[in-house]
């Protein structure tokens, strides 16, 4: 084995210090995404202490047989640890803009679907045309809101169901005479 000069243990040393320097930014970055505030002093030194003492062995054992791919290797390796994240994260941002956009479903869709396979199974359940009523007067479809509250009415002829029924009549109604759906504003008692 070669005897170890000075310039070896030198850049060993640094090499080691600037690895564990790169392993503690990397860990304060990911501290900071993770709402932590900083990371823990024990983590850091554990990190930063590992980090030195494999990257000088290894440095220690290549760069005597081969100093300028000890060296290359070193500085490509640094390289990657601060360049290749930020430009991981632009990548995913420019697949995440190329990607197509989601057809924008009406938000109470899932719910018309699991009523839906509700009526499959059991074809003779006021509940699920009840509730398939109020989903589409939500939603401002009051054709199908008063086509679902009449077999609710005709499944379960309640007291709560006709009123359903004349309370979506109504509202149909005031939409046709307000196209744009402005609504009277009702002055209230006394005025």
């Not at 320097?21 to 501290?31: E, M, P, S, T, Y």
């Not at 054992?61 to 300028?68: G, I, S, V």
Request: aromatic letters at 8%; one cysteine or more.
């Amino acid at each position: 084995m070669q005897e170890t000069t000075f310039g070896v243990i030198l850049f060993c040393s640094l090499s080691g210090l600037a690895f564990s320097g790169a392993a503690l930014w990397v860990l304060g970055r990911k501290a900071k995404v993770s709402s932590r505030a900083k990371a823990r002093f024990p983590d850091a030194f554990l990190a930063g202490s590992v980090t030195f003492t494999l990257v000088y062995l290894l440095n220690r054992l290549a760069f005597p047989a081969r100093p300028k791919a000890t060296a290359a290797l070193n500085l490509a390796l640094l390289a990657a640890i601060f360049f290749l994240p930020p430009l991981i994260r632009k990548g995913r941002k420019m697949l995440r803009r190329l990607r197509p956009k989601a057809v924008k479903m009406n938000p109470r869709q899932s719910e018309i679907e699991a009523l839906s396979r509700m009526f499959r199974q059991d074809p003779l359940n006021a509940f699920c045309h009840e509730k398939l009523s109020e989903i589409y007067g939500e939603t401002g479809e009051y054709g199908k809101a008063l086509a679902a509250a009449y077999e609710a009415a005709k499944l379960d002829p309640s007291v709560k169901n006709k009123s359903r029924i004349e309370d979506l009549k109504k509202e149909a109604h005031e939409k046709k005479r307000h196209k744009d759906g402005w609504k009277p504003r009702d002055p209230g008692p006394g005025r």
